[in-house]
């Protein structure tokens, strides 16, 4: 349990999907702080506070990253491994979230360390209940080191 | 001869007393009983001188007999037949092995003609050739095909001499000429030498590169395939050593390695290496190296077959090229599908929920995401159905001219480009392309589409489209001073669904399809920026819709 609101960086090039994660969040976790950026780059730029992400306050460091694989530019798998390979940022937990099935990425997301793999539902229910239990778990149960 | 055959002859003692009386006649010596004793003694001792020479004489007439019929085993059991010819082709004598040839008995051939175990196809050549032959044999042979009872044909080979008769008094037939023939039986080296002939025949001819090396690997041989794959001539190659010859610029040292070890090693060797050509130029070969070894099984030469495999790597390369795009492909439709899908269902959710709160607000919003899903995905389908045409669904090929064509291509876009303002300029050139219009068309359609989709916040927007000639080929280009690509995406963008803006409308598939398209008239596309911000110039070939009269121009 926390007592500052959970700051979570969505990386999401379909804005529909993005809007899917921004409502669930905005129904069920209103105090949560959901930011969100449409590519790799993007996300490397919040990370690192470049660009349009310079003021911290703005872009707050996120307490887990929820990281779709394939982003124009810079894709999900090098936002993975520039942030697993960096000793700053590696313990913030990355949950990738793809509409991709496929052996390789898994395999691939893992190889780099990734917390935990979930694949979009198509099914809306599903889809729900994922975010509910992905919420549930990383922003309620789940102890992360202060500062981290 | 009649009388021997008619009564015994007289034996020796009738011959004697008969000799004695007549003897006896002209001259009757008076003798006393001693000088009888004496005679009747000296009579007995010629009597044992006479029986022993006799026994001498029979015995020397056995080892006759025994030598007679040693020398008539050698004549009827020789290897080779004898036959006795007489000046018409008339067999006197034959030996067994003959008759074995022909399937006779040897008593029944005498008094047949030789033409009658002569194979048809030969009866002429027998028959024209013989008379010079009986006279004069001498250093001449005829190659004959005989036939026996059961029609097996065996090659002959028919030499002979005159027959110089060893007892001449003893003749029958007075001084007949006569010919001595001995027939060879060379089915099996006849065989033997077709054989060689028809193998000389492949190696000589067929398009596999063949080259024979010693034991040592130096080349001793090539047939002209080898002459034609390498550009080296026999001359040239003979006593090299083999891995040399084979080895080009870019041939991997290991793969000459391994065919050096082979060699040492007396060991056949199969693989496939990139070889050097005369020229300098490569080309990759499947190699068949095999020991060839003599009957104490000692390596004494090397036989190498290759064969210019350059095409089929080359399809192979492609064809895994090709399936990997597949696969890609798969991949990328089953993710870009499923995406507006989730997207779909996801808003579909949302609507029932807004719908039951009347929240009016929301439901245009879910229906104006799933729309655009929907959209979306109509839009996906129908340009992947298009993109797996090309090449798929051939129209006619009718000639076009680039003008035409850029011409249309920038009707089709008017549109989009005064929208952004841009500035075109359209470089005249007098070059015709030969191939499907509406294909050729959707290049640039899409390239100028894409060109003023990507203008960034340039102010003053130009685009030139043109061609221009790059030593032998011909290179069209459209070069715009728009937002450019980094250098690292300029692969990329041509992949399927490789969209390097998020924002940007499309599905992807526009530069995919261009890459496509020109791949389908053998040609490359490729860009030239030098970054971000600084244009972007597309260039790409279409070697097989140029077509050839116009380059004069």
């Known amino acids: ?148 | 001869m009649k009388s021997q055959a008619s009564s015994r002859p007289p034996s020796l003692r009738e011959r004697a007393e008969a000799a004695l009386l007549s003897r006896a006649r002209r001259e009757q010596p008076d003798v006393s009983s001693t000088e009888f004793g004496r005679i009747i003694h000296d009579l007995s001792v010629y009597q044992v001188e006479l029986e022993l020479q006799n026994e001498e004489l029979r015995g020397v007439q056995n080892q006759l007999e025994l030598a007679r019929n040693r020398y008539a085993r050698l004549y009827d059991q020789a290897p080779v037949g004898y036959l006795t010819l007489d000046a018409n082709g008339f067999i006197r004598q034959s030996n067994q092995t003959f008759a074995e040839m022909v399937g006779w008995e040897s008593a029944d051939l005498a008094g047949r003609s030789l033409a009658a175990f002569i194979d048809a196809s030969d009866q002429a050549v027998f028959r024209g050739r013989f008379k010079s032959f009986f006279n004069s044999p001498d250093g001449k042979s005829l190659d004959l095909s005989l036939q026996d009872r059961s029609g097996r044909r065996l090659a002959a080979r028919v030499t002979a001499r005159r027959d110089a008769p060893a007892f001449p008094w003893r003749q029958p037939s007075g001084d007949e000429p006569l010919l001595l023939v001995i027939v060879s039986d060379i089915t099996e080296r006849k065989q033997a030498e077709e054989e060689l002939q028809r193998l000389s025949l492949v190696a000589a001819h067929t398009t596999n590169a063949v080259f024979i090396t010693d034991a040592e690997g130096r080349i001793e041989w090539v047939n002209p395939a080898f002459v034609r794959a390498s550009g080296f001539s026999l001359a040239e190659v003979a006593g090299q050593d083999v891995c040399a010859v084979l080895r080009g610029a870019e041939t991997d040292p290991a793969a000459v390695g391994a065919i050096r070890a082979a060699l040492a090693a007396g060991q056949g060797y199969e693989g496939e290496l990139l070889s050097g050509h005369r020229d300098g130029s490569s080309f990759w070969i499947h190699l068949l190296l095999d020991p060839v070894q003599d009957a104490g099984g000692r390596v004494t030469r090397f036989i190498g077959v290759q064969n210019d495999i350059t095409a089929r790597r080359l399809a192979r390369l492609e064809l895994q090229e090709k399936n990997a795009e597949l696969e890609r492909f798969i991949y990328l439709v089953s993710h870009d599908l499923k995406s507006p899908l989730v997207t779909i269902k996801a808003f579909l959710g949302y609507l029932e929920q807004d719908l039951a709160r009347a929240d009016t607000a929301r439901i245009a919003q879910d229906m104006a995401y799933m729309r655009s899903a929907a959209d979306r995905m109509g839009q996906l389908l129908e340009e992947l159905l298009d993109l797996s045409r090309v090449g798929r669904v051939a129209r006619p090929p009718v000639r076009v001219g680039f003008q035409e064509l850029a011409e249309e291509a920038l009707r089709l876009t008017a549109g989009g480009i005064a929208e952004r303002g841009v500035n075109v300029r359209l470089v005249e050139t007098a070059l015709t392309l030969v191939g499907d219009r509406a294909r050729l068309l959707e290049i640039w359609q899409n390239l100028i589409e894409n060109a003023v989709k990507y203008m960034g916040d340039q102010a003053v927007p130009d685009l030139e489209i043109g061609v221009e000639r790059r030593g032998w080929e011909w290179v069209f280009y459209l070069r715009d001073n728009g937002m450019g690509i980094e250098p690292c995406y300029q692969e990329k963008v041509f992949g399927l669904f490789e969209k390097l803006d998020p924002k940007s409308e499309g599905t992807g598939l526009g530069l995919a399809l261009v890459k496509r398209i020109v791949e389908l008239y053998r040609g490359q596309i490729w860009l030239e920026s030098t970054g971000v911000g600084r244009g972007t110039c597309v260039r790409f070939t279409l070697p097989e819709a140029v077509e050839q009269r116009s380059e004069a121009v």
């Open chain 1, 1 to 148: 349990m926390r007592n500052q609101p959970a700051v979570v960086l969505l990386v999401e090039d379909e804005p529909a999907h993005a809007e899917i994660v921004r409502r669930h969040f905005a129904e069920r976790h209103p105090a949560s702080r959901l930011r969100h950026v449409s590519d790799g780059q993007a996300a490397l730029d919040y990370l690192y506070r470049r660009e349009c992400h310079r003021q911290p306050e703005r872009s707050p460091r996120p307490d887990l990253i929820l990281l779709d694989l394939r982003l124009p530019r810079v894709d999900g798998l090098e936002v993975l491994k520039t942030v697993k390979d960096d000793p700053d940022l590696r313990q913030i937990p990355v949950v990738v979230l793809s509409t991709s099935a496929a052996e390789a990425d898994l395999v691939n997301a893992y190889r780099h360390h990734a917390n935990s793999y979930l694949v979009k539902p198509v099914d809306f229910a599903h889809f729900t209940a994922l975010l509910d239990a992905l919420c549930g778990y990383w922003l309620t149960f789940n102890t992360a080191p202060r500062g981290a």
